[in-house]
């Protein structure tokens, strides 16, 4: 195969793995219509087809899959090598894909990068926005940050932060015409901010119950998938949001959020930042980890 053809491979592999024009599209940042174009045109290439498309679905045939299979794992290993050569250079250089949830690409991740990259024009990072469980090698990220729950067992894994305190808050114009809640069975006469899952479904809060974890289901009149969206609400008054003490503390502090049900709060695993152990990491990946690593 010609060798300006790797990139429609890339596009291929990009679409099979999402199972999905539109998320390719958006995480290559191009039209459905040029990645469309760019699948058949490899697939008039190959004689063969590569992807099943209905109405309702999209999924590799069987070239596609074996495509998908035996050479997606040989252009890692080729862009292994090419940042391992980058790395002989005098600077590190390289491109370096990261996913973690808004806020913690607010609070934590960009603070501790921003000083860093100043000093590395070489190193790129591209910055993902996301709250699903991401499988950073099926979709080609260096690294994700999650809490320590989060991560799999066969991942590298380094603490960012302490374990994180979570809260219940809402604005005091909330409690004029509120009762304070005090137990977790009270939530239910209550006005809660959801957050909706990247599934559909709405997020369950973790809580302690006498001490015993409980997943309580909340309902609310807005719903949200973003942390900071949901501090908007509550502090407009629309309920109460569960919500890490690090957002909500400088809140409550000026009085603009009263924190409720402390006790039933509990604490979650600290963030960590995880990334595939791999034959070679370059010194871009590791300067990056070593700029967000917990000191």
């Not at 040989?74 to 002989?88: G, H, K, N, W």
């Not at 374990?163 to 069975?185: E, G």
Request: hydrophobic share 40%; with cysteine.
């Amino acid at each position: 195969m010609p060798r300006e053809n790797l990139n429609d491979l890339l596009v291929f592999f990009a679409v099979a793995q999402d199972r999905s024009f539109t998320r390719a599209a958006a995480r290559l940042g191009v039209s459905q219509s040029a990645l469309s174009h760019t699948i058949r045109g490899l697939e008039e290439r190959m004689g063969v087809r590569l992807l099943s498309r209905t109405t309702r679905s999209m999924s590799p045939t069987d070239a596609g899959e074996r495509l998908l299979q035996r050479v997606a794992p040989r252009l890692d290993e080729i862009e292994r090598e090419l940042a391992a050569v980058r790395d002989m250079g005098e600077r590190p250089s390289g491109n370096i894909r990261i996913t973690a949830i808004d806020y913690v690409l607010d609070t934590v991740v960009w603070p501790r990068l921003a000083p860093v990259l100043s000093r590395y024009p070489d190193v790129r990072v591209e910055f993902n926005m996301d709250y699903r469980l991401v499988d950073i090698a099926a979709d080609r990220f260096d690294i994700g940050v999650r809490f320590g729950d989060q991560v799999d067992k066969d991942m590298v894994a380094v603490r960012l932060t302490p374990d994180v305190q979570q809260t219940i808050v809402a604005a005091p114009d909330y409690f004029k015409s509120h009762s304070l809640p005090t137990q977790v069975r009270d939530l239910a006469r209550h006005n809660c901010i959801p957050m909706k899952l990247h599934g559909g479904g709405i997020y369950a809060w973790e809580l302690l119950d006498g001490g015993r974890p409980v997943e309580v289901r909340i309902d609310g009149q807005v719903t949200f998938n973003g942390a900071f969206q949901m501090l908007n609400a509550a502090l407009d008054g629309y309920g109460l949001a569960f919500l890490p003490e690090e957002l909500t503390r400088p809140h409550i502090e000026a009085g603009r959020l009263v924190s409720v049900m402390a006790a039933c709060c509990p604490k979650f695993p600290g963030l960590h930042a995880y990334y595939a152990s791999q034959r070679h990491s370059s010194r871009a990946l590791r300067l990056v980890i070593d700029a967000l690593r917990m000191t």
